[in-house]
């Protein structure tokens, strides 16, 4: 009986060290307002003596994105990529995309022509989105980063391509390359949307990986939504060297997360931003209705959020000075440590 | 898992491969390609770290990336990349330092950032005036490739494959010669029809190199030809004027096994079908020879509608047909019609009624016996009811796992697609084959005393060379690998 029992034993045990590999989604969504990078180019230029301009670093990320993308392509014949840019003036697929005859070969003929059809769609469609920004430039200049919008759009096509290919297995992994220079300011606005991404992202189990590139500060929300979804989060000085970063610590596939320790630095700031001026608060006031964070009595007596009017008796007494009051004080809340 | 078996026989080829063919086959960035997708993924996630690396890398970082409880696995990577020679000493000669092998990593990077390819994966005749349509080429090489099968299994009524097959099919002892100079189905080639349809075909292959060889063709030239196949796209033209002249000759035998495809009236171009386009690629979609045929003639219809994505299609396939279904009382019930497919389940089924769509059989002791007695393993026959299963059942199966999970996230259950109890009663039948074991080995009896015994006994056990041992009559039995061992431990410790 007892060689059974081993028989049978053994042959589970083998099968729960091996790493299936099973073909994998990648979705690249990739921060490409011209404003940030220049601006980034600006700070270094102040700080080091960096001799490029904006648009080579970006052009010099753009590089080593299509090279990672084909490395992607490689691990497994089926793989698949998407490529989302979060541009100045909103998101715009650039792979798969909606026309997809390249009109022109900007892609060496002998390449691999699973790189190929990919990567020919992918300079194209960058190409015509900086030429789009060029011959529009002077109308609109918006300085807002579409990031969050480029994520829930990369979490809707992650859905679509997990669902038609339920009988295989495919697993997905979302990256965000994002340059910050912004000081943080416009990514505060963008606290809502990005933890809605979050919150699909792990019901979908599907990681976030963050690079960011320059910038002092990090970007905390996007720290979190790695933390959140046990991704990497990646600051980089610049983008020398950027595929070294990506073809290492970013290069984890869905199949290799359980058994590769992942290279986070630090830890990760929690807190929240509130709703009204943006600003990151550790203590604030919190809408009973709607849980809104706020670092400030909002005007209106009402919430901002859910326009549920405030008593105001409650907000008469919020609004006075540090007092020693008996009774504990209803919409006064700590919100996280 | 079968998925895996046809990487393992090809990885255990080329590892044999002595060092100067292995520099020679990394030469072309084609075959790096395909190499490198063979490998275990934590392989590929090393080297693809390496890639870019101008430096030594330590072992000990490639350990510290890993997790302790899967050393195993990163023991099992390197140990197949450094048999592979795609890790060497490093240049400063230090021990635990090492680096990408020079040639694959130049290769391997242009092929990423498309660099010099030197036509390696193909050369496509942009001039092709009457196209061939991506369903010719299926049902071509469909047709091909189940002949090979059907004869195999002996369907009456079907076509003999080539001459050359046949001799292959026999070298590789899949088929004998039976009486009569007829051909008979042997063992192996019952595991054989289990297999993936990659598997197969790598099979074929790897046996086409070993008869190649004695052919005097340069094995580099024969590998490179077939992994530039896997490489190429389906539906385009291809020449044949940059080939080597072993090339050319492989071209007919590939068209044979309906891995190409040539037009009567122009030879200086060649189509690869599917089957081609599969070699080095895994995808799941294609479960076994018959469904991926079966998908492929379904699916042509489709795509010969939206022609030119073909990035897409290869990965959206559907797995409906040929699935099974098999329940706790030993019930099975498959959903084909194909005569192929119901031959390879008769092989270890008891098949009882036939509707259009599908078939239903139980499995029993009788049927399993049969099996195992023809050579078929019990594994083989548990994955291939894992690999066929119907998308429901692994679906069920995933969502009992992840509600076991959630209830308790440290359980070490992994996803049981097939039930319990049928996989059980599968390995137990094949143990009742099996009950007597047999070792070799060196049997030590009188001892002048228990504490001698004793002694000896305990490193023999410590060192896990003891087989049996009887405390009362003062006997043991070690294997014949440990033998020499503990006769000298006995000397040391015994012999005055």
């Keep these: 009986m007892d060689a059974i029992a081993d028989t049978v034993f053994q042959g589970t045990k083998s099968k729960t060290q091996e790493i299936e590999d099973t073909p994998s989604l990648l979705t690249v969504v990739v921060d490409t307002s011209i404003h940030s990078w220049v601006q980034l180019t600006k700070q270094q230029s102040g700080s080091g003596s960096e001799g490029s301009s904006g648009e080579k670093q970006l052009i010099e990320a753009l590089k080593s994105i299509v090279v990672f993308l084909n490395a992607h392509l490689a691990f497994n014949s089926g793989n698949q990529v998407c490529l989302i840019a979060a541009h100045s003036e909103g998101m715009k697929y650039l792979y798969p995309s909606a026309d997809s005859k390249p009109s022109m070969s900007m892609v060496s003929s002998d390449m691999y022509r699973g790189f190929r059809n990919v990567d020919e769609i992918v300079v194209e469609q960058w190409y015509r989105l900086f030429k789009e920004e060029l011959e529009g430039q002077e109308s609109k200049v918006s300085m807002k980063s579409s990031l969050s919008g480029a994520m829930s759009s990369a979490l809707t096509y992650v859905n679509r391509i997990l669902k038609e290919n339920e009988n295989t297995s495919l697993r997905s992994r979302l990256l965000v390359i994002t340059c910050g220079t912004s000081q943080g300011k416009d990514e505060i606005f963008q606290y809502i949307p990005i933890m809605n991404c979050i919150f699909s992202a792990t019901k979908m189990k599907c990681s976030i990986d963050v690079v960011k590139i320059g910038g002092g500060i990090e970007s905390t929300f996007l720290q979190q939504a790695t933390d959140a979804t046990s991704g990497v989060y990646l600051h980089v000085e610049n983008t020398r060297g950027l595929i070294q970063y990506l073809s290492t610590a970013m290069f984890i596939d869905p199949s290799l997360r359980n058994v590769i320790i992942k290279p986070n630095q630090g830890s990760v700031d929690f807190r929240t931003s509130c709703f009204l001026t943006g600003k990151v608060v550790a203590v604030g006031f919190v809408c009973s209705v709607c849980l809104c964070v706020l670092s400030v009595i909002p005007p209106g007596q009402k919430c901002p959020a859910c326009d549920s009017p405030f008593d105001s008796k409650i907000i008469a007494r919020l609004r006075r000075k540090p007092v020693l009051s008996n009774g504990v004080p209803k919409k006064k809340n700590v919100s996280n440590k | ?496």
């Design chain 2, 1 to 496: 898992m079968s998925l895996n078996l046809f990487k393992t026989t090809v990885n255990d080829y080329l590892e044999g491969l002595p060092e100067q063919v292995q520099s020679r086959l990394y030469e072309s960035p084609a075959t790096c390609l395909a190499i490198y997708r063979l490998l275990s993924p934590m392989a590929k996630f090393f080297i693809m770290s390496m890639l870019f690396q101008d430096h030594d890398v330590s072992l000990r970082d490639l350990d510290k990336w890993v997790k302790p409880d899967a050393k195993y696995q990163l023991q099992y990577s390197i140990k197949s990349m450094k048999s592979l020679n795609l890790i060497i000493e490093g240049e400063s000669k230090q021990p635990l330092l090492i680096r990408l092998n020079p040639i694959f990593k130049k290769s391997f990077k242009n092929v990423l950032t498309g660099g010099e390819i030197n036509n390696s994966f193909g050369d496509v005749a942009d001039d092709d005036t009457n196209p061939v349509s991506t369903a010719t080429l299926d049902q071509y090489s469909a047709e091909k490739w189940e002949t090979i099968l059907h004869y195999m299994v002996g369907t009456p009524n079907t076509n003999t494959p080539g001459g050359k097959v046949l001799d292959l099919l026999q070298h590789s002892g899949l088929m004998e010669e039976a009486e009569y100079g007829e051909l008979k189905i042997t063992n192996q080639g019952f595991q054989f029809l289990l297999q993936d349809v990659n598997a197969q075909m790598w099979t074929l292959l790897l046996q086409y190199l070993k008869m190649a060889e004695s052919l005097q063709m340069d094995p580099v030239d024969v590998l490179n030809f077939i992994f530039m196949l896997g490489a190429l796209q389906l539906g385009k033209a291809y020449k044949c004027d940059q080939l080597s002249n072993t090339q050319r000759t492989m071209l007919q035998d590939m068209r044979d096994y309906g891995l190409i495809y040539q037009n009567q009236s122009d030879y200086a171009k060649f189509y690869p079908t599917r089957l081609a386009t599969l070699l080095t690629s895994d995808t799941k979609a294609f479960r076994s020879a018959s469904v991926a045929l079966d998908s492929v003639l379904n699916k042509a219809n489709e795509t010969t509608a939206v022609e030119g994505d073909s990035g897409q299609d290869e990965t959206t396939e559907r797995t409906q047909d040929g699935a099974l279904i098999i329940e706790t009382n030993f019930k099975l019930y498959s959903y084909s019609n194909s005569p192929l497919q119901i031959a390879i389940l008769s092989l270890f089924v008891h098949l009882k009624s036939r509707f259009a769509n599908m078939v239903t059989g139980q499995l029993t002791r009788e049927s399993v016996r049969n099996a195992l007695l023809n050579g078929i393993t019990a594994e083989q026959i548990i994955a291939y009811l894992e690999t066929h299963a119907h998308p429901r059942m692994r679906r069920l199966a995933e969502e009992n796992l992840s509600k076991k999970l959630e209830l308790d996230p440290t359980v070490k259950e992994t996803l049981q697609v097939l039930p319990p109890t049928v996989v059980d009663q599968i390995r137990l039948w094949q143990l009742e084959l099996d009950r007597i074991i047999s070792y070799d080995g060196y049997l030590y009896t009188d001892f002048e005393s228990y504490q001698e015994y004793q002694t000896v006994a305990d490193y023999a056990k410590d060192i896990g060379v003891l087989l049996w041992q009887n405390e009362k009559k003062k006997m043991f039995f070690v294997s014949t690998e440990g033998n020499s061992q503990v006769l000298d431990f006995h000397r040391r410790n015994f012999d005055k």
